[in-house]
Every structure is written in C-alpha cells, then in structure tokens.
C-alpha cells in the first residue's frame, strides 16, 4: 500500500509539473512575438531578472538605507532601560534596601546640530540621485547590446544564407569534376584543388551555422527569455528616424555641450561631488554643540532624593575633544571630492574622444548612403541577365551571381545596422532618451 501510495503521489506530482509547464509554456507563447520583432526585443531593456539590473537595484537600496539612517539623526528616539542591582547600603542614607534597581522610558530628540543631520541628509540624497544617474546610462548600454545582439542574430541569418549557397555553388562543380575527372579530362591536381575548396566552404558554412545558434543564445540572454524562436523580423530602420542615414548629424561641438550637461556618467559623478562637499560640512559641523531635549518616566526599587519620578529637560553637548575622530573624516571625505575631480576630467576626455569617434564614423557611414541602391540595383540586373543566359544554356554563372547578390545584400545590411549602432551609442554619450519606438 505503502508503494502504491507512493506511487501515486510521484505521479500526481509529475502531472501537476507538466500543467504548471504547460501553463507557463501557453504564456511565454501569447506574451512572445512570432517573429520576433526589434521593438519587442528592446521593450526587455529593464528587466529585472538580469543580474546587472540586480545589482543595480541593490545598489539603490543601500543609497536609501543610508539616507534612512541619515534621517533617523531628526528623530524620535525612546528606550526602556533597566536596571538590577543589588547593594550594600551606607548608614547615612535613609533607605536601607538592598535593592537599587531601576525601571526607565527615556525619550530624546534631536533639536539642532548646526547643520549636522541636514548635511549628511543631503548627501545622501545626491549619492541615491548618482545612483539613478548610473542606473539610466545602463538602461541605455543595455538598449544598444540587445540591438547589436540583434542584428548579430540577422547578420548571422544572412551569412547562413549566403554559405549555402555558397556551398551548393561548389558542390555542384566538385560533382562535375569528378565526373569528368572519371573520364581522364582533368588531372587529379585539379580535382583535390576543387575537393579543398568544398571542404574549406563547408568549414564556413559550419561555422555560419554555430555563429547562428551563439546569436541567438546570447539575444535571448540579453532579453531574459528562456528560448528564442528562429525567426527574426528585420526592421525598417528607414521609418526610425533616429537611426537612420536621414538623421542630421549635429556640429560636434554642440555634442560635446550636451554631453557635458547630460551624459549620466558625468551626472552621476556631479551628484558624488555634491555628497562628497555635504559630508565635509556635515562633519565639520561635529566639532559644533548638539541641542536635544529628553524626556524620562522612571520606577526606582528603593527611592532617594534624586530618584525622581518624572523629569524634562533640554541638554546641551559641547565637544571638546573627539580623539581627532572629526578631522580623520573631513581628511577622508577631502580625498574622495579630490579623487572624484580627477575622475570627473578623464571621464569628460573620454566621453570627447568617443563622440568625435562616432561622429567620424557616422559622417563615413551617410557618405556611403549617397547612393545606397546603386550597387543593389546592378546585381539584381547581373542576377537577371544571368538567369536568362542561365535558361538558354549560354553560360553556367546563376550561382556566382546569386552569391554576389548575398554579398551586396551583407555589406548593405552590415553598414545600415552599423550605422544604427553608432547613433544609438551616441546618444547613450550626449544622455539623449533611447525610446526609439515611442
């Protein structure tokens, strides 16, 4: 009995799994567009299930824990302190009980520090603020990898595509080498030179396929999805303005001015330089008196003339000496603002350097676009004129024109998808928003 029920619970187990799988399998299904498209793609940007975006998102919650902790300084403080505590009583004292012990509700509350809580609050909120600023320029490097993913995934369709035929192209000559080398009207040498060639394409086409399923692996990492579907939609990029050859391409000083107002890198470290000055005056304000007014509630086992029931007051705390514990901070927290300075001027001279970088490239990439249909247009007219030949059993070159054809295709898709690439990551530089879809 023990066996059957056991049995049966695996088995009910198992069935509950696959319909759980199942259910999952039908959403992934509705939720995942056949093809898929570019707009989708890019609209998993902000995942969270990534481990950047985790990361990212603990980052954030250490900001707002420290300016938690920070603001805790302006609040209601309350404790119950007890004590128990026996002792030997003088003679001179009225109450002769050996226990002394001690029930308290003390309450305190910070009234002014000269400006010790509000500095360190501030500075915590520009460091949560650097960190959101960090948090935008990854969710626009992450929209540039997932669109260069995907147009790896394309590229590597059409490399597929064009070893094929490619290869098709060969065998069919290596077939009829052989034929004819069966007949003595080739000389070995020719053949094992044909044989070579074949075998070095289909090297090619091996690797066209594997480089196809790495693609694809990596663009379905990147969107957080658990497969990916073999069909891909190529976009129109000439209807996305930003991110195509009609796009103006700026003066490049006007580009460097945006970058150094928005780049997010470069926010991120004006926000660390802010919290960096906060935190000095913060604890510079540590050497200044703290006003606290305090409030007990006391019980007393044995009662004296100081055991007073209840008492209220306002205490003043004048520092005198710190053990040199405030100057060690202000030295500390002066490093960092010094540190962050210089990491301020290479960050904008690396930021200049690549902007001038994709702007050369981008200015190249439009100049090939003056005419971007003339080299198409002349294969598919070499296509044509061969396929007539082809019929009339003039010539035999279909296959060296459909493989140039590939080859026109392949440069035209790689230069228009780089051309995307390099404006995308512009943008990322200048902190232009990247909804290109919106």
Known sequence: MLKISSGGGYFFSSCLLFLV????????????????????????????????????????????????????????????????????????????????????????KRLYDFGQTRSL???????????NALYSDYLSKRVVAIMQAYFNVLLADIIYSRSMEAMSIVYVRLDKLRSEFELKKISDIELLKAENEYREIRREQMQAQSDQRLTRLRLSQLISLGYLPEQLEAPDLEQLHLLSVKRELPDVELLYQQAFDQNPRLVALEYKLKSARLK??????????????????????????????????????????????ENAKIRRSTGELVQLESERLLTRQEIEQQILELWLKISDLKRQFDDPDLTIDYRDLYLDRSRALYELEVTSDLGDAMVKLSDAQLFKAQTVFELAINWAKLDVLVGNPMNYYK
């Open 21 to 108: 799988s199942a259910c999952v399998s039908s959403l992934n299904a509705r939720t995942i567009p056949e093809p898929v498209t570019l707009e989708f793609a890019l609209s998993r940007a902000s995942q969270s299930d990534s481990p950047e975006m985790m990361s990212f998102s603990a980052q954030q919650q250490i900001a707002l824990a420290e300016q938690d902790i920070a603001h805790a300084n302006e609040g209601v403080y309350v404790y119950i302190n007890g004590r128990l505590r026996y002792v030997e009583p003088s003679k001179i004292v009225p109450a002769s009980k050996t226990n002394d012990s001690k029930l308290s509700l003390d309450i305190s």
């Open 121 to 131: 609050i501030d500075a915590s909120k520009a460091n949560l603020a650097s960190v």
């Open 280 to 325: 000095i005056v913060g604890y510079q304000a540590e050497k200044y008196p703290v006003i606290e007014a305090k409030l007990q509630a006391a019980d007393y086992a044995r009662e004296l003339g100081t055991s007073d029931k209840y008492w209220a007051g306002i205490e003043v705390s004048v520092p005198l000496y710190q053990a040199g514990q």
